[in-house]
């Protein structure tokens, strides 16, 4: 009888161990507006999974608002790229009106590397998507999601 306590004591301090580290585990989801992932973007999430290997990581080409959870992430980054100065960004505009503005991060590219999307409330990256604006952007968004997932 005592062998099957020890057993099943164990059995019990390792599964509340798995079950403990899976609430510790954070998530992030990342959403590719129209399936659009240029190498830029790719290089963006590629860090992110690089970066934040014991983070859940959900990523989404083809966004279905009936089907995605936004309170089941720590963090949402959406990302776009800038076409005719947002008049016809119209999905980019809903989901920065809809999600929580306090988790979510929008990743906009553009031509110019001069424009900045000056929608107020929301937190933007802007870019150009050159190799060169890389470490910078990256930059941005890597203390976004450490800032979201402590």
């Known amino acids: 009888m005592k062998k099957i306590n020890f057993y099943l004591g164990f059995f019990l301090f390792f599964f509340a161990l798995s079950v403990f580290s899976d609430l510790q585990a954070k998530s992030i989801a990342v959403i ?35 089907t995605f959870k936004p309170q089941d992430y720590q963090a949402i980054i ?20 809809s999600l ?22 929301i937190t933007a990256v802007t870019s150009a ?8 952007t990256w930059n941005k968004v890597k203390i976004f999601l450490e800032e979201k997932l402590k």
């Open 32 to 66: 590719y507006i129209k399936g659009k992932v240029t190498p830029y973007k790719k290089a963006i999430t590629d860090s992110i999974i690089t970066n934040f290997p014991n983070d859940k990581i959900l990523l989404i080409d083809h966004f279905d608002k009936k």
């Open 78 to 97: 959406v990302m776009d790229q800038l076409e005719a100065w947002t008049l016809f960004n119209s999905q980019l505009k809903k989901l920065s009106k």
């Open 100 to 121: 929580d503005a306090n988790k979510t991060l929008f990743l906009v590219t553009a031509g110019d590397p001069d424009w900045i999307w000056k929608k107020k409330g």
């Open 129 to 136: 998507s050159r190799e060169d604006k890389l470490p910078s």
